[in-house]
C-alpha cells in the first residue's frame, strides 16, 4: 500500500516509522515532509489540497493520514472525501473542537462532559462580571488557533480582567482573541490521553504525559511540548474508564447527533483533579511531541489502525501495544520558543540503535547534510522494560546528538519517577 502523511514534524516522522514496520507498505510519501522525511520516502511540493487530492489518485495512493491540525481545520479531509479517497483525519465541521475554544466548551457543556466552569463572550463588561464570580488564579483564552500561546493564567482578577480586554480588543491575539473564554483554574495534574475514532468506534490509547514548560522543573515559559512519555502510571484503570464513559463516549456521540460523526484522533487534554478527570481541551490531531512516544509502542500495524479508522471498520481491529515505555526528550533550537535560529549542521553517531532512535522535526537538508532549522528539533526517543530505562536509553541518545545550541530539559518523566 502506498500512504501520504500530510505535515512535516517529528510527529509525522514517528507515523511514517511505525508504518515502516509493517511490510504491505509499499511506499511513504510526505507532504510537504522535512529533511529527513525524504530518507524515509518522498517529499512532495503541493500546497493545494485540490492539487494534492489529484496527485494521490494519479499515484494510486490508498491512504492518506493527517497529522496536523491546520489542514483539518482548512477543511483537507473533505476535499479529499469530495474526490472519493481514503483520508485519515476528522471533518472541517469536527476540526472545530480544536479551531474554537468557545465551540468545544459550548459542546461539552451540551453533552455533560466534565470541564472547568467558564463563559464564552465577547464582551468585556460580561467577561468582567464573570471574574467578579471566580477566586485567582483564573484562565483566560483566545478563542481561535494562537499557536498554543493563547492561553494566560492570571494570578489576579485585575490580571484576568487586563487580558481579557486586551483579547478582545484584538491587541495580543489578532482576530483568534476577539471571542474568548474564562474559566476557572483547575488544580491538579495534566495527561495527553488519545482515542483513535471512526465515527462510531474507538480505541484508547495509553496514556502519556507531556512537559509544556521549557525548563526543568516546570519552570519558563509554555512550548509546544519539550518530552512526553508513555504510558503514565499516572493513570490507572479508574481514570481510562472515566475518560471512556464520561469524555470519549459522549464526544463521539454527540458529534454524530450533531451531524458531525468523529473520525480521526481524539485528543483529550486532562486535568485530573482529587481523581476526577476533566477536559482542559481537545485537539483533532495526535500531540507532538506524545506521538513519537506512542508509536514505537504499537504491536498492531499502524497502518492497520489508521486504514481500518478512515473506513469505519475499528470494531474490527484487536489494538495491541507492547509491553514497554518509551520516553522522548526534544532537542529544542538555541532560541526557541522566542525565535528562529539559524541552519546549524546536526550530527548522529551510532543512531541506530535497538532501544533508541531519533524523531526528526524542524529539520531541512543540503547537499546531504541534516541541519537543524529551528523550533524543535528531534526527539530522541529511549524504549525499556521500565520508564526509567527508557528514560536512561534516551538521554544516552542526546549524548550521541550534536549541533550548536542544542537544548532540552534534563527531566523528563519524573513525575513517574519521583
Ligand atoms: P489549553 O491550550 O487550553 O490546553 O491550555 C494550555 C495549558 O494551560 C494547559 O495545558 C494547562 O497547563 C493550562 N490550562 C488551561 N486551562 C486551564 C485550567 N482551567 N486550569 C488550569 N490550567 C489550565
Ligand atoms: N504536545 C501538546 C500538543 O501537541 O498540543
Redesign the pocket.
Known sequence: MKILIVGSGGREYAIALALKRDESVECLYFAPGNGATDELGVNVDIKDFEKLALFVKEENIELTIVGPEAPLVEGIVDIFKKHGLVIFGVSKDAAKLEGS?AFMKDFLSRHNIPT?RYIQTDSIKKADEFIDTLTAPI?V?ADGLCA?K??I?AKSKKEAKNSARDMLNGESFGDAGKNIVI?????GY?LSIFAVCDGENYKILPAAQDH?RLLDGDKGP?TGGMGAYAPTPLANDDIYAQVEEFVVKPTLKGMKDEGMPYTGVLFV?A?VVNKKVYV??YNVRFGDPECEVLMPLLKTSAKDLFYKAAIGRLNELDLKFKDEFAVGVVAASKDYPYRNSELKPIAVEDENNSNSHVAYAGVSKKDGVIYASGGRVLVCVGIGKSIKEARDNAYDLTKKVSYDGIKFRNDIAYQALK
Open positions: 475554544k472547568a484562565v483564552k498554543g493563547g492561553v493564567i474559566e476557572e483554574f483547575l488544580d495534566e509544556k509554555n487534554g486535568m482542559l481541551e
